[in-house]
Structures are given as C-alpha cells and as structure tokens.
C-alpha cells in the first residue's frame, strides 16, 4: 500500500483513493494554497490532523513486517469481526457487531500516567504518527477455546513506553478502557466491574510482540474489535488485549484486573496460553480455529505461548502453574 507523502512531507497514513472525496478534495484546494503561499504552518499541521480522523472500515497504509507474521491460514474478515468478546456490547458473541456502532471513536484521547517522566495526552493522530504503522499477523487465542489469525495494523507498545519514560518505579502497565454507559449498553450488566481493565508486567509491555493497535486487514479497526486504539498480546488469552483504551498507566503494583477481580480461581494475572494448566472448568489442550468449525475440521492442539516461544525467557524461574 501506498503511503501518501503530504506536501510538507509529513507521511500521510491515508491513502486518497480511499480518503473521502471532500477531505480530497479540500486537500487539493488546500495543496493550491501552499503553493500560492497563503496558508501558514499551523492551518498546515491542523489539515494533516483532520484528514487523520478516519472511520472504521478506511483504508490504513502499513508496512507488512515479515518478522511477526504466522504463516497460518488468516481468518476472514466477516470471522474476525462479527465472532467477538467485548462485553461493553453485550456477552453473546455476535452482540459487539450489532451494538458496537454507539461506540463514539473520534474524537479520542490516550492518556500517559503514573510512574513516568513524560506523562501525556495524545489524540488519535498523535498516536497514529507515534512511530510506523505494521502489518503484523498473529495468533488469538480466547480463554474460551478457540483462536483466530489476524493481521492487525500497529507498532510495538514500547516504542509509546520509551517516549513516555518510565521511573525506576515502574513494574507494570495498566490498560483501563472506556466505559461510558450512553454509548456502551452492556455496562448496565454486572458480569464484569467496569471499566474493563488489564496489565503486564514491564517486561511484557515492552516486549516486541506486544502491540499497539489500531487497525486489521489493512483498515481502521471495527468498532467491535476495540477501535480507535487497543492492545494486542498474541502468547496470552485474548482477554488480556484490551479493547478502547482510554489511560495507559505505569504503576509500582500489580493492577487489578477486571477478569482476575471477577473469578481469581479462573483468570490469573499472567494468563499465558498454557496447554498445561487446564481452566479449573474446561481443558486448555485444545482449541477450534474460527472458520475451520465445520462437521470433520479437526481441534488443534494448543501451543506453550500460543506458539510465540521467543518469550519464554520473561519467565524463567517462575512456576507457571502457580502463576497462570
Ligand atoms: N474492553 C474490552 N476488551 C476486551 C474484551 C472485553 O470484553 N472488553 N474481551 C477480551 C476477550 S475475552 C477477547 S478473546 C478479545 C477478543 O478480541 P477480538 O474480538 O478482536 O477477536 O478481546 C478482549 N478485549
Ligand atoms: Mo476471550
């Protein structure tokens, strides 16, 4: 895919076949402004800006990195976006897609706080600018028993950690997402204490694999599937990628986690994918890829780490049935 250089020579995330037709078109003005000379900086940066604020379902350039991608079948497209867990949306799994569409994804902030030097606020089109945008195909594996192949659009978390400079304090990584009763109708239910939040540890956090995304199958992400901005943590149970993170927050504890506080016995902090340590209801050594569940497709057998056993090291020393 294309990436659009901007006549300032601000890359351009958006490629204009897919940019709507104003936006294009005010560019195109705009372009004849710059060079008449009659726009100054700032109404500049402030055009880059508007024309990032993109909807689900446009376009993302991303640069495919060939260093994180599975080399299983990927999942549809209509799989991955209509077969969900997002409980803010309701529990069954086709309720994120029908609800989801509430869910107000611009304009958004993110922000940076806790144990850091440069606490901040980004808005979307900082974020997106942040470093460059990867194509990266990972396995998700749900808790619940089945996995699916992405290729979700990002960068590596720690390219934000290292811009928000973490103190010696500095153990974990908070995600706390949005919770906001008027646009998300399964607040309402008490399945979960809302927001809905997760964590790492630093060390996880700042490991390569661990992603900060904002989009799949070259798109902005569909609501359902955590849009504007989620986490994506490929050797875990897909509970631990958060979706719609609101605060991203550096702290000395192990934060408490929405499916930990909910049933402790059933969700550790950790949750590696672990074929090893059943959940204390269901066996863990097996899983259905979606898409693959008809009549005689066959269960795969779970990986140690969801397959990703590059980060086996961030765990030595530790017992794994203990601390699942
Ligand atoms: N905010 C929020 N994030 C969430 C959830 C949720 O209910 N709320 N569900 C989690 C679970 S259990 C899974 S399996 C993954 C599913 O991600 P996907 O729908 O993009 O496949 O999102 C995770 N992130
Ligand atoms: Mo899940």
Same mark, same amino acid.
Request: glycine content about 10%; overall charge negative; hydrophobic content about 30%.
């Given at each position: 895919m294309l990436i659009k250089r901007g006549p300032n020579g601000i890359d351009l995330p958006?490629?204009?076949?897919?940019?709507p037709r104003e936006v294009f078109e005010s560019r195109r003005t705009f372009i004849r402004q710059m060079a008449v000379g009659s726009i100054a900086g700032g109404a500049l940066l402030e055009m880059v800006n508007r024309e990032a604020f993109a909807q689900a379902g446009q376009k993302l350039a991303a640069k495919p990195n060939p260093a994180f991608v599975v080399m299983d079948k990927q999942t549809s497209f209509k799989d991955a976006s209509t077969y969900n867990n997002y409980y803010e949306f309701g529990t069954d799994k086709a309720d994120p897609a029908r609800n989801a569409g509430t869910l107000k994804t611009r304009p958004w902030t993110l922000a940076i706080e806790g144990e850091v030097k440069k606490p901040m606020t980004l808005d979307l089109d900082s974020l997106m600018k942040l470093a460059p945008l990867e194509e990266r195909v990972y396995r998700l594996r749900c808790v619940e028993g089945w996995s699916m192949v992405v290729p979700w659009v990002g960068y590596s978390l720690s390219e934000l950690i290292k811009k928000a400079? #973490?103190? +010696?304090?500095?153990k974990y990584v908070e995600f706390v997402t949005l919770a906001d009763k008027a646009q998300m109708p399964?607040? +309402?239910?008490?399945?979960? $204490?809302? #927001?809905y939040v997760e964590g790492l540890r630093m060390d996880e956090a700042m490991h390569p694999l661990t992603l900060l995304t904002v989009g799949m199958y070259g798109e902005v992400l569909p609501n359902q599937n955590g849009a504007p901005v989620r986490i994506v943590?490929?050797?875990?149970? +897909?509970?631990?990628?958060? $979706?719609?993170?609101?605060k991203v927050r550096f702290t000395k504890e192990q934060p408490k986690t929405a499916w930990n506080l909910a049933a402790a016995s059933e969700y +550790?902090?950790?949750?590696?994918?672990? #074929?090893?340590?059943?959940h204390p209801r269901w066996s863990q050594a097996s899983e259905r890829r979606i898409g693959e569940d008809g009549l005689f497709a066959k269960k795969r057998k779970t990986l140690m780490f969801n397959g990703y056993n590059e980060v086996a090291s961030l765990y030595t020393g530790m017992d794994l049935r203990k601390l699942f």
């Open positions: 958006y490629s204009s076949e897919i940019t400079e #973490p103190t +010696g304090d500095a399964g607040l +309402g239910s008490p399945v979960l $204490k809302w #927001p943590v490929p050797w875990k149970y +897909g509970f631990k990628s958060a $979706k719609s993170i609101v +550790g902090f950790y949750s590696n994918v672990n #074929p090893e340590v059943d």
